[in-house]
């Protein structure tokens, strides 16, 4: 036996652990698939919010229209965000989808990358954030000032989390091409 070969043993070893590493990638499977049931309660939710919004709308005032439309909105950022982690979740650490022939299928799906979600990620918290300082700022007659000063914190907070992950990723990228 040469130096460069290597016991049979371990060659099995080793390439069993692989496998086992390898096929566990499968257990985040239902973890994905487990998303789809909250964004069928974020369904749930946008319908009764909805229904809330028109049975309310001839008597109540234009800031608490506005104020419940911005809730309709953060819960459809929130359902993009799911759609947006699932499928690029899914095709970055367990499998790639078989959209082929889909006429309707995203543009950006199986072209999101792990610091590409990253980033979207970081950009629908810092949306979801911003329409909630909005409905804040909107209903300033109840809302705390307290309240009000860690609404703002935590926006800044993400923002500038965001902007560093930015930077972290553009100085970390490897060249293209």
């Known amino acids: 036996m040469t130096s460069l070969q290597k016991p049979m043993t371990?060659?099995?070893a080793e390439r069993v652990i692989q496998h086992i590493v390898f096929a566990s990638r499968w257990l985040l499977a239902p973890i994905y698939a487990g998303m789809s049931v909250g964004l069928l309660v974020l369904l749930v939710k946008f319908g009764q919010r909805t229904f809330e919004l028109?049975?309310?709308?001839?008597?109540t005032t234009g800031d608490n229209i506005i104020v419940g439309i911005l809730g309709l909105i953060d819960l459809a950022l929130m359902g993009g965000l799911l759609v947006i982690v699932m499928f690029a979740g899914y095709e970055n650490f367990v499998s790639k989808l078989d959209a082929e022939g889909i006429d309707d299928?995203?543009?950006?799906?199986?072209?999101?990358?792990?610091?590409?979600?990253?980033?979207?990620?970081?950009?629908?918290?810092?949306?979801?954030?911003a329409i909630r300082l909005l409905e804040n700022f909107m209903n300033l007659a109840v809302t705390s000032d307290r309240d009000l000063g860690w609404g703002i914190g935590l926006h800044i907070t993400f923002v500038?989390?965001?902007l560093l992950l930015a930077v972290m990723d553009r100085l970390t990228a490897k060249p293209r091409g």
């Open 54 to 59: 028109v049975s309310h709308a001839l008597g």
């Open 160 to 162: 500038f989390s965001g």
């Open 10 to 12: 371990h060659n099995l």
């Open 105 to 129: 299928k995203p543009s950006w799906m199986g072209e999101v990358n792990f610091s590409e979600l990253k980033l979207k990620l970081m950009a629908s918290i810092i949306a979801i954030s």
